[in-house]
């Protein structure tokens, strides 16, 4: 599963080429989504008015809910301090749920707010889609 943390989705939002072409891609195979925590689409609208219109605009981009067991365990993190609701919601996304199959991959422009053991790559890296 591939995750877009805040600073991706305000990046897809604002015309990022590399994650154009990933979710223009991602639409044309059936299985593959781009999944977005709802903390991270709520804080990138609070940051950017119409930027969750813009991202929801992609047929290949689904929301992941704040669920019951989500709530508790975001709020947790957000006690225990590994980061603010939309940090911790993308990290909750990126670890081992039985709903997903095969390793998470966090995609962010912000690499160190998340803690090691969480495949994150930067939306910037040269490599990103296999380009180098």
Do not use: W
């Not at 603010?84 to 707010?113: F, K």
């Amino acid at each position: 599963m591939i995750i877009l943390d805040t600073s991706a989705v305000k990046a897809l939002a604002g015309g990022h080429k590399t994650l154009n072409v990933l979710a223009s891609n991602m639409a044309h195979t059936p299985s593959d989504r781009l999944s977005v925590p709802a903390m991270c689409l709520m804080q990138a609208e609070a940051d950017g008015q119409d930027i969750s219109r813009r991202v929801l605009a992609y047929s290949s981009v689904v929301v992941d809910n704040l669920d019951t067991v989500a709530s508790v365990s975001v709020g947790t993190m957000i006690r225990d301090g590994y980061g603010g609701p939309d940090i911790c919601h993308a990290l909750y996304c990126a670890l081992p749920r039985p709903e997903s199959t095969g390793m998470s991959i966090l995609l962010t422009g912000h690499e160190n707010a998340y803690p090691p053991g969480i495949v994150t790559v930067d939306i910037d890296s040269p490599g990103m889609l296999g380009f180098h």
